[in-house]
């Protein structure tokens, strides 16, 4: 495949030559019932291109893009990074009117969409302002709108200079959202061919076992740096996805009976919910090690894979300002480790160091106490970051997450962790799960509040029970203020509760407390 855009960076010349090797060979893409071919990614990507020179983009190659977990969605991915243009993702999860404030406040010049979320209102919007419009069909892409080009209107755009190097911005992917609105995390080029890179080397480990690998089953949002992560090494070495739009317990568990896969990608809430059913083991008879991470995993359902079922979890440590993981357990780590440090995230991955500060005076704290979590990592840059996240990391490395600092309740005196109340409510045998929230009290200045989910088929325990259950299992000032139950916790794409969306659900709920 050849493409007339020209491609400088390392990033685009590696995924290019794997793309030209790959399209020779057979399935890229499982897909509800469809396989997806090689070829059909590589004369996708062609066609994008040949829509993408109606436009100039002016002094940014940046390009929006409402991101599905498609086949075709991911090809159009692979194919802006082929052609060193920049892929700047919008939330396909959100309202018609929000979508198209994002477009106008970041002035950009061309819009790539499935069928599906092109409306009236969109298309009419991308004309008003001059955009170009490409619409993802099921089998490729095609032209919705071409603007009238005007060489006397400057074109008003925001981002980053056309790619020079290999530092130049590769995507801008979306933060989850758990506590806010999500926030653009500007990637390099050479940040996603060092991760892609990792990824390489750990899908390899893992599979090492496999006499032939199974495709790279996948269940993770491609509009931020989790479903990003899934797929570029996909292309990077030629190995078939099976997608899954988001998680199905049916549909998950019929793709690991097709395809046996030795390792499995698994967010915890899915975890939890593979546990509830007790699945007889034979379904997991494939799995040698899960790998998850992203959002905080119940040491409970933890020990049920490992103790239960006999199967290493992986739980790992990224963030999109990494461009991905930085702390992973090796295959020798987890057979010698995994019982003794079970809920660490593993160690800190090549070019990573890590450390823990008091998040007050910026102090560096010993081995073992909790504090802010800052990492340099070297594909990102020279400089210590600090996170806003609670870790500790013990005496022979293994860092363990504590909690987003953001979170933390300040009741009194006291600093409470919702990650760690909300845990011992899930051990309450009539529930399904649990998420707790500091709301403000005058006097204290924070109380925790529960939401709970309730098991099928339990009756709902009363306050009285809830709390004299809290007292055998947390100290005084952990206890809840007030329990509320819901049918289910309101969680963002990737699986996490989604902060934003309790805080507004507890607001309306708590105006009169049970």
Same mark, same amino acid.
């Given at each position: 495949? @050849? ?31 469809? +396989? ?19 436009? =100039? ?23 802006? /990074? ?5 892929? #700047? ?5 959100? #309202? ?43 089998? #490729? ?29 590769? %995507?801008? $992917? ?28 750990? /899908? $390899? ?12 089953? #996948? ?62 083991? +034979?379904?997991?008879?494939? %799995? ?64 990573? +160091?890590?450390?823990?500060?008091? =998040?007050? $005076?910026? $102090? ?50 006291? @600093?409470?962790?919702?990650?760690? %109340? ?38 709902? =325990? ?16 952990? %206890? ?22 309790? @805080? ?11």
């Amino acid at each position: 495949m @050849k493409l007339t855009h020209n491609a400088s960076s390392a990033l685009a010349t590696s995924l290019g030559n794997a793309l030209a090797q790959c399209a020779t060979s057979d399935t890229a893409f499982y897909f509800k019932d469809r +396989e997806y071919r090689w070829q059909d990614v590589s004369n996708t990507i062609s066609i994008l291109d040949q829509l993408l020179r109606k436009q =100039p983009l002016g002094d940014s190659p940046r390009v929006a893009f409402i991101a599905r977990s498609r086949p075709m969605h991911i090809s159009c991915l692979w194919g802006l /990074l082929i052609s060193d243009r920049c892929a #700047s993702m919008i939330h396909c999860y959100q #309202s018609t009117a929000k979508i198209i404030n994002d477009i106008r406040k970041e002035g950009y010049r061309a819009l790539i969409a499935d069928q599906q979320d092109w409306n009236e209102d969109l298309l009419a919007a991308v004309q008003d302002m001059g955009c170009l419009g490409i619409a993802i069909t099921e089998h #490729s892409v095609e032209l919705l709108h071409c603007p009238e080009q005007d060489a006397a209107k400057p074109a008003d755009v925001k981002g980053s200079k056309a790619p020079q190097d290999d530092f130049a911005t590769a %995507i801008e $992917t979306l933060s989850s959202g758990t506590t806010g609105a999500p926030k653009r995390i500007q990637l390099s080029r050479r940040n996603l061919a060092a991760s892609t890179e990792a990824a390489k080397q750990a /899908l $390899t480990q893992m599979n090492a076992s496999a006499s032939q690998p199974a495709p790279i089953i #996948s269940v993770l949002p491609l509009s931020n740096i989790s479903g990003v992560y899934a797929s570029t090494p996909a292309l990077a070495m030629g190995m078939p996805m099976a997608i899954l739009e988001k998680f199905q317990l049916d549909d998950w568990l019929a793709i690991v009976q097709r395809f046996k896969p030795v390792a499995a990608d698994i967010p915890p809430a899915a975890m939890a919910a593979l546990r509830q059913p007790q699945l007889p083991k +034979e379904v997991f008879s494939s %799995i040698k090690v899960i790998r998850t991470g992203a959002a905080p995993l119940d040491r409970e359902v933890q020990a049920y894979f490992q103790n239960e079922l006999g199967i290493p979890v992986n739980l790992s440590y990224g963030a999109s300002e990494f461009c991905g993981v930085i702390t992973s357990w090796s295959m020798a780590e987890l057979a010698e480790y995994s019982a003794s440090k079970m809920g660490s995230c593993g160690r800190a991955l090549p070019g990573v +160091e890590l450390r823990i500060s008091d =998040p007050d $005076t910026g $102090t560096v704290l010993a081995a073992n106490a909790v504090g802010r979590l800052e990492a340099k990592v070297n594909r990102v840059g020279p400089d210590w970051i600090a996170t806003s996240d609670q870790a500790r990391i013990d005496e022979d490395g293994f860092m363990w997450f504590e909690g987003r600092l953001e979170e933390t309740i300040f009741r009194g005196g006291f @600093k409470l962790s919702p990650l760690l %109340i909300a845990e011992q409510f899930r051990r309450h045998p009539a529930l399904a799960d649990a998420a707790v929230i500091g709301v403000d009290e005058p006097r204290l200045g924070q109380i925790p509040v529960a939401v709970l989910v309730l098991k099928a088929g339990h009756s709902q =325990p009363d306050n009285d029970e809830l709390n004299r259950f809290a007292r055998d299992h947390l100290s005084a000032p952990e %206890i809840p203020s007030a329990y509320y139950f819901v049918d289910e916790l309101p969680r963002t794409a990737s699986y996490k509760i989604s902060l934003l969306e309790l @805080k507004n659900l507890i607001s309306e709920l708590h105006k009169t407390p049970k």
